[in-house]
């Protein structure tokens, strides 16, 4: 692996892809992008022009297989991760998954019986918010006792609109996700069982999927979480979180904007995106996995992260079709986690 810099091939060149291998040939000094691959080649050709050192590549399969290459960003269809994440593993080669790491469980429990026979961590899963300075300063405070034993969460998470092609059950897997990851990170717990609740479904929705939708935990311990998930016609897009623990109450920041007071308002901007929302933890999650995968150990979101949040997302999704909370059965947890 190269001293210098980590050589970083990029399978997916969509808006995700674009963002970060832009992230990485500008704000991460350790890494550099010197492969692409599109299944539409000309997104591929069009970004390796816009920067040095690129090359394009016939299939993903070639950038992982490639001696030139150190690492792998997957950023494809949710469909194709777990067929290129186990072929980076099958071939001993450090991966970044965006989420969801797969699309079932067995896929994820295959991955993670590989890494457990390889010995070390190969994989990390892009669940962003744990990069956030919002998220890690109320990480710190539930570790220091400031507020007591955390009871509760509230948490919400709205959105202004969805691309076309929107389902039910992408505002689990793909929106939801997020507080299935931050909620066990934030509180250090497992959950034993998860529930969703329909609820008056809003006008603003511009499809025929459910919204919004509520999302329950309840973790090992018996601490309880509920997420309203506005996956469309939210005001902005805007992410809510309050823990409440036994002395007191973390509530998320808000990103620091500027402060608008007149005669005639009070308010302040919301983003209208998350890539907005998130930039600068998008920052943080590259520079560090990028310093952890120099450094030969991985630091961030585990492939047993992605694991339990698609079991989790599974169960929810067969919770709204139940009707009642559905148990958390997870395989055993390997000491590489």
Known sequence: MSTKKLRVGVIGCGAIGREHI???????????VVAVYDYFEEAAQKVAAAYEGIAVFPSGEAIIESEAVDAVLVA????????????????EKYVFCEKPLALTAPECEAMLAKEKA???????????????????????AIKE?????????????????????????????RVAIHEIDITRWLLEEEYEEVQVLTVK???????????????????VTGQRVDVEVQTDGAYAYDIQCQVVGEDGTLNLPDPAKVWKRTNQSFSYSLTDHWAKR?????????NEWAESVVADQLVGPSAWDGYVSCVVSDALILSRKTGVPEKIKLVEKADIY
Request: overall charge negative; hydrophobic content about 35%; aromatic content about 10%.
């Open 145 to 173: 006792g400031e507020i007591g034993e955390p009871l509760m969460i509230h948490s919400a998470h709205r959105n202004i609109s969805q691309a076309p092609g929107f389902e039910t059950d992408y505002a689990i897997t």
């Open 76 to 91: 494809t269809t949710d469909d194709t991760h777990a067929g290129y994440v186990m072929h980076c593993l099958d071939n």
């Open 22 to 32: 832009h992230r990485l040939m500008t704000v991460v000094p350790s890494a550099t």
């Open 201 to 219: 479904q809003s006008r603003r929705t511009t499809g025929d999927w459910l919204n919004p939708q509520l999302v329950m935990f309840k973790t």
């Open 278 to 286: 998130f930039i600068e933890s998008y920052d943080t999650e590259f």
């Open 118 to 140: 390889i010995g070390k961590r190969l994989i990390q899963v892009g669940f962003n918010r744990r990069f956030d300075v919002g998220y890690r300063e109320m990480k710190q």
